[in-house]
């Protein structure tokens, strides 16, 4: 039996495009000997002391809810129930577009506990500040891999870790795997950091 590869995957439920390079990866999964290991970071945390624009900082203000939730979970159930519990997060910010309905926020994450088998009163977390070392333990540890001038998501494979890749739609079957072929063959080598193009398409999650 080839022996897997661990592929270590920061994110923050929140972000669109962490969520379709995590769904990339289950994909790559499936076509090439890797194991997935989920780990928290959050957008709050990041941008806390950045200038950034008054509505972005809005629209991420609770975002760190259902890190804390992760946060919780992964203390509780162990590492897989972070990767359950992320997908089902994610469904729902994003596939289903409730991500604009902070009101709600509570009621989501229910649903998304009970679908990933976990305990409903994991959701107390949310308003908690008992889990914040934790995710910025988790977060810090991310991006001190990677520097400061990233977001999320963060990858980490073997002694190489880089932010994203940035990608709009889902690669599936053997496309995933040749992607991740390229990513690692560029990532792989020490002196290469950057390659960038603006992007001209939202995220798709289909």
């Not at 509780?76 to 604009?100: C, I, M, P, Q, S």
């Not at 649903?111 to 107390?124: C, K, M, N, R, Y």
């Amino acid at each position: 039996m080839t022996a897997k590869t661990p592929v270590d995957l920061w994110f923050d439920p929140f972000c669109p495009y962490a969520w379709v390079t995590s769904r990339w990866l289950l994909e790559v999964e499936k076509v090439r000997p890797i194991e997935i290991r989920w780990h928290i970071m959050s957008l709050t945390v990041l941008n806390e002391d950045k200038d950034v624009d008054s509505g972005y900082r809005a629209r991420i203000a609770r975002s760190i809810e259902l890190v804390r939730i992760l946060a919780a979970a992964g203390q509780k159930d162990g590492e897989a129930a972070v990767g359950r519990l992320y997908t089902e997060f994610g469904t729902r910010l994003h596939n289903e577009g409730r991500n604009r309905q902070p009101e709600l926020l509570r009621e989501l994450a229910e649903e998304a506990l009970t679908a990933a088998g976990l305990d409903t009163a994991l959701a107390d977390a949310m308003t908690s500040t008992a889990y914040d070392q934790a995710v910025r333990a988790s977060h810090h540890e991310g991006v001190s891999l990677v520097g400061d001038d990233v977001g999320t998501p963060i990858v980490r494979v073997g002694g190489h870790a880089f932010f994203g890749p940035v990608i709009t739609a889902i690669p599936r079957g053997e496309e995933a795997g040749r992607l991740w072929d390229g990513v690692l063959l560029v990532t792989g080598f020490e002196d290469f950091f950057e390659l960038k193009r603006t992007r001209t398409k939202r995220p798709s999650f289909g």
